[in-house]
């Protein structure tokens, strides 16, 4: 299986996931064109693509949906109230009805030889998930827009190899940072995003021997720096006793591909 992040952050997400045979990606947050770069550049055909997963509707999350599904015949994967919201919004634009593929939390998919489990998350979205994917042994979890965690969380995320999980602002930044209060307020919440701290911590409830990568992903332009995120979860990790070998820990960035992961 493989995972390559297109892009991470607060302006836009898009990430390929592929197992030997199904090729997915889960949302679709920048322009078509910035997505078929992204893909081209790991040698990914657009064409190929069977399916984009939708986690929710936040425009940074859905603004290629459309322009992909239309140009590429990929069917769209969502939530019944994640669906409505994008169709009845003005981001995606209209999509032929074979597209629209309608999914429930805790109900798998099975997508050529990658089996697909949405799961549940907060966030104030309609109704927001996050995915774990599994092929031949392995899993890979991706979970961002986590307003808080909760031991369902844990439960679906448990014995993944690879991580993609939110790592979004650091709360002193945030605290004094220029955001207005109530926005400060709602990214701090329960339906909001998780902090560099919380992700450690999350982190560390799910350290296991075939742990191979974690990317710290979705992180605020505003709020975080790279190298914060990093050298918070790092010393999270080390402080539980967990020492962090090369390669085990990345950020993933806005506008530029990550390596392609492996497992």
Same mark, same amino acid.
């Given at each position: 299986?493989?995972?390559?992040?297109?892009?991470?952050?607060?302006?836009?997400?898009?990430?390929?996931?592929? &197992?030997?045979?199904?090729? %997915?990606?889960? @949302?679709? #947050?920048?322009?078509?064109?910035? /997505?078929? =770069?992204? !893909?081209?550049?790991?040698?990914?055909?657009?064409?190929?693509?069977?399916?984009?997963?939708?986690?929710?509707?936040?425009?940074?999350?859905?603004?290629?949906?459309g322009v992909?599904?239309?140009?590429?015949h990929?069917?769209?994967?969502?939530?019944?109230e994640?669906?409505?919201?994008?169709?009845?919004?003005?981001?995606?634009?209209?999509v032929?009805?074979?597209?629209?593929?309608?999914?429930?939390?805790?109900?798998?998919?099975?997508?050529?030889d990658?089996?697909?489990?949405?799961?549940?998350?907060?966030?104030?979205?309609?109704?927001?998930?996050?995915?774990?994917?599994q092929?031949? &042994?392995?899993?890979?979890? %991706?979970?961002? @827009?986590? #307003?808080?965690y909760?031991d369902? /969380?844990? =439960?679906? !995320?448990?014995e993944?190899?690879?991580?993609?999980?939110?790592?979004?602002h650091?709360?002193?930044?945030?605290?004094?940072?220029p955001?207005?209060?109530?926005?400060?307020?709602?990214?701090?919440?329960?339906?909001?995003?998780?902090?560099?701290?919380?992700?450690?911590?999350?982190?560390?409830?799910?350290?296991?021997?075939?742990l191979?990568h974690?990317?710290?992903?979705?992180?605020?332009?505003?709020?975080?720096?790279?190298?914060?995120?990093?050298?918070?979860?790092?010393?999270?990790l080390?402080?539980?006793?967990?020492?962090?070998?090369?390669?085990?820990?990345?950020?993933?960035?806005? &506008?530029?591909p990550?390596s392609?992961?492996?497992?």
């Open positions: 299986m493989k995972l390559c992040s297109i892009s991470s952050g607060s302006e836009g997400n898009c990430i390929f996931v592929s &197992g030997k045979e199904g090729k %997915i990606l889960v @949302d679709a #947050g920048i322009s078509g064109k910035k /997505i078929e =770069h992204g !893909l081209e550049s790991i040698h990914v055909s657009p064409s190929s693509i069977d399916g984009i997963f939708v986690t929710h509707e936040h425009t940074d999350h859905i603004s290629g949906v992909m599904a239309r140009r590429y990929i069917p769209i994967y969502a939530t019944v994640t669906m409505h919201a994008m169709l009845h919004g003005k981001k995606i634009g209209k032929p009805e074979e597209l629209i593929h309608l999914i429930k939390p805790d109900n798998c998919v099975q997508i050529k990658l089996q697909i489990n949405p799961f549940s998350i907060s966030h104030d979205a309609a109704n927001p998930v996050a995915y774990t994917f092929s031949e &042994g392995h899993k890979i979890g %991706i979970a961002t @827009d986590l #307003g808080d909760d369902y /969380i844990i =439960h679906n !995320l448990k993944t190899e690879l991580l993609f999980i939110e790592a979004n650091d709360v002193n930044m945030l605290q004094v940072g955001y207005p209060y109530l926005l400060k307020q709602r990214i701090l919440g329960k339906k909001g995003h998780l902090s560099n701290a919380r992700s450690g911590k999350l982190l560390c409830e799910l350290l296991h021997k075939k191979k974690v990317i710290l992903a979705h992180l605020s332009k505003e709020n975080n720096f790279p190298d914060l995120a990093y050298q918070t979860v790092r010393c999270a080390e402080e539980n006793g967990f020492i962090c070998k090369e390669n085990f820990l990345s950020v993933a960035k806005f &506008g530029e990550s392609v992961f492996e497992i």
